[in-house]
């Protein structure tokens, strides 16, 4: 069984830039979530996706940060314009169904790096 | 907001040696997992112990939960040098209805050979 897939692994840019991130869940999961760690710390939930309908976003910077899940399988994370702070590992994760309350499958990340 | 707090925030011992790593968390929760990230990598689930269950085992680990308490345990016995590697506790949410899996800080653990 495939895991989750994420792209790129890493990325440079430079404030004010734009970026985007992809993920691929774990065929059949109909909950994704997108995680950003900084360095150091413990992942924080960024947005959560139940298909392609979402469950949470609170902690989503919404002046910066979108993502969308289209079609209720890949997901796309964007952040225009990045800020110094937004430097850390984005990690998507995904699990069978919102009711589940399981194991999360985590990706391998996407490190982002602003200068 | 991170729900869990693990302590110690770093822990280096020898092989074979266990280890022991500590998890406190503040609301209600459905459960608690533990997993494990070595460097530069994605989350691993390790284990997860439900509100109801009081300790579990698998493999090395052995997982307590107290919810009177808000806490929970991680114990890794017989350590080896691939255990090195950040440990984090998660607690599901058990009121409102997104079951939102909220991580700590972590806890870094190194076994040296």
């Known amino acids: 069984e495939a895991g989750v897939a994420q792209s790129p692994r890493y990325k440079i840019i430079e404030k004010r830039q734009s970026v985007a991130f992809w993920c691929n869940p774990i065929?059949?999961?109909?909950?994704l979530y997108w995680y950003q760690q900084i360095l150091g710390q413990g992942p924080k939930l960024l947005i959560q996706f139940q298909n392609n309908g979402v469950v949470d976003d609170s902690q989503l910077p919404k002046d910066r940060f979108s993502a969308e899940r289209l079609k209720g399988v890949d997901s796309t994370l964007k952040i225009q314009p990045a800020k110094l702070e937004d430097s850390a590992v984005y990690l998507c994760?995904?699990?069978?169904?919102?009711?589940?309350?399981?194991?999360?499958?985590f990706g391998e990340g996407s490190r982002l790096t602003v200068l | 907001s991170q729900q869990g707090e693990e302590d110690p925030q770093a822990l280096s011992i020898q092989e074979g040696e266990n280890a022991t790593m500590n998890c406190s968390y503040k609301t209600s929760i459905n459960n608690l997992q533990w997993y494990r990230q070595n460097s530069g990598r994605g989350l691993v689930h390790l284990i997860l112990?439900?509100?109801?269950?009081r300790e579990k085992h698998s493999g090395r680990l052995r997982v307590t939960l107290d919810t009177s308490k808000k806490s929970s345990s991680l114990l890794i016995t017989a350590s080896r040098a691939a255990d090195t590697a950040s440990y984090f506790c998660a607690t599901r949410d058990s009121g409102g209805s997104n079951y939102k899996l909220t991580f700590g800080k972590g806890t870094l653990l190194t076994v040296n050979p």
């Open positions: 994760a995904s699990s069978l169904y919102l009711q589940n309350t399981g194991e999360l499958f």
């Open positions: 112990i439900r509100s109801n269950e």
């Open positions: 065929s059949g999961h109909a909950t």
